[in-house]
């Protein structure tokens, strides 16, 4: 297999992506703010690009893993220095737009990469870090049959389960923005939980273990409060992430006016740990909200 991919974003989700395209034996572009990063990858097999626009001169799939939906406006239609990709793109290329962002951005998104001649799925991703490198992420996908046919090998090669949504742009950032609601809850009720433990001097690990082979289990308690035994927040979904994410729900749902009273005091608790300056930290870092509350194991 020769065929050209492009991944623009090589963080925790998009490094395992652009590893995943290249056992799967494709030519992976990828491009980075971070040089050191694009040199590793490229140590790797793949191919080094400087700006969004020399990847997409070379690419016929472009996938697009960044933080947010300034970040995609950037590296698609570029900036006022620099081109984006969709200028040197081919007729009949594909964008895979895989950031979180509004359902109205996804919609607006995919007009205008039609306009330009290319096909675009609404492809927001799901999984973790761990679920990208070994290429098993969930994409919640939608958009026109002759997107999905462009690239259904990309696909196959980056994701365990590719749920197609429907024929519009839109239908899977709202699925996506859904997910969050739950996963940014379920974070915040997590450390909640943890901190009236510490508070009431049980043992955390103990804690951990019961609440994991118990009923109040999540696969976000699960998976986070092992960081806050041990004290470690390098950021692997940032606080800050959740701070946008769950203000995308929230200002979703009040287009609508539908109350979402969950949702509303979990972001609230992500804004306050981003205030007190734990933002760039692991979102699991939320429990330093609670005051007096001892982080076991050395925690920042």
């Not at 200002?251 to 109350?259: C, G, L």
């Not at 949702?263 to 007096?292: C, L």
Request: proline share 4%.
């Amino acid at each position: 297999m020769s065929r050209n991919v492009g991944v623009i974003g090589l963080g925790a989700m998009g490094l395992g992506v652009a590893r995943s395209l290249l056992r799967a034996g494709f030519k992976v572009h990828a491009c980075d703010v971070r040089t050191q990063v694009l040199d590793a990858f490229a140590g790797e097999g793949g191919v080094a690009c400087a700006t969004p626009a020399e990847l997409g001169g070379q690419c016929d799939v472009v996938v697009t893993v960044v933080v947010n939906a300034a970040q995609t406006e950037t590296v698609l239609f570029g900036s006022e220095t620099q081109p984006g990709a969709v200028s040197t793109m081919k007729p009949g290329g594909v964008v895979l737009a895989c950031a979180t962002v509004s359902p109205a951005f996804a919609i607006e998104l995919g007009k205008r990469v039609e306009a330009a001649g290319l096909h675009m799925l609404d492809a927001p991703l799901s999984g973790g870090a761990a679920r990208a490198a070994s290429g098993e992420m969930t994409m919640m996908t939608s958009g026109p049959a002759s997107a999905y046919e462009a690239c259904e090998d990309v696909l196959e090669a980056i994701a365990g389960k590719v749920y197609r949504l429907g024929d519009e742009h839109g239908a899977g950032s709202k699925v996506k923005i859904i997910n969050q609601l739950l996963a940014g809850v379920h974070i915040a009720a997590a450390a909640e939980a943890m901190a009236l433990g510490l508070r009431e001097g049980v043992d955390p690990d103990a804690l951990y273990d019961v609440i994991t082979h118990s009923a109040g289990n999540s696969w976000m308690f699960e998976n986070r409060v092992p960081h806050i035994l041990a004290g470690d927040y390098t950021p692997l979904s940032a606080v800050d992430i959740f701070v946008k994410d769950l203000g995308l729900v929230l200002d979703t749902a009040r287009a609508s006016k539908f109350p979402l009273p969950l949702s509303a005091a979990a972001h609230q608790m992500f804004m306050m740990a981003s205030t007190a300056g734990h933002g760039g930290e692991d979102d699991s870092a939320v429990i330093k909200i609670f005051p007096g509350i001892d982080v076991p194991k050395g925690a920042k």
